[in-house]
């Protein structure tokens, strides 16, 4: 199909982010969780005590994030509680930018656990945040056409950090719950 084509270069940008080379070893979480200062370039919209929040760069649909702790743990029940709760804190954080941004009609929050139940990176666990509209069933197939999605990563990135600002986002929730 011939769509796949325009797909091809976030599929291949992808894999290498889940495969070791020399300059890029290992896990891409735990290499942008150590590289604070390349926040922008690795599309890291939030960084909080615990966690990461950062643009998935083979999305679903435009606006498609992923919360990740710090930790490099494959299951919900190795995180300790504090974690926990900052994943889900700015999973509601991220729901309200991106509401305010892009104006979704739902979204779909889930968590791959394990390679067969479709984690691209089993290693580490995260939380998949993504927009929806109604039809959009059909928005690999027919806006994979366009450049929509690459132009809108980086605009998007840049709109959901000015949302942030305005809205204080994440919420000063997260500073306390260092204990
Ligand atoms: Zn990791």
Known sequence: MKHNNLWAPWRIEYLKSLSPSPDDQGCFFCNYWAAPDRDREHLVLWRTPRCLVIFNRFPYTAGH?????ADHLPDLAD??????????RLAADAQKALAETIQPQGFNLGLNIHRCAGAGLPGHLHLHL????????NFLTTCAHTRLISQSLDDLYDQLKETSRQLNLPTALIGRMDS
């Open 130 to 137: 993504v927009p929806r509209w109604d039809g959009d069933t």
């Open 79 to 88: 995180l300790p509680d504090p974690a926990l709760l900052e994943i889900m």
């Open 65 to 69: 994030l992923l919360i990740a702790p």
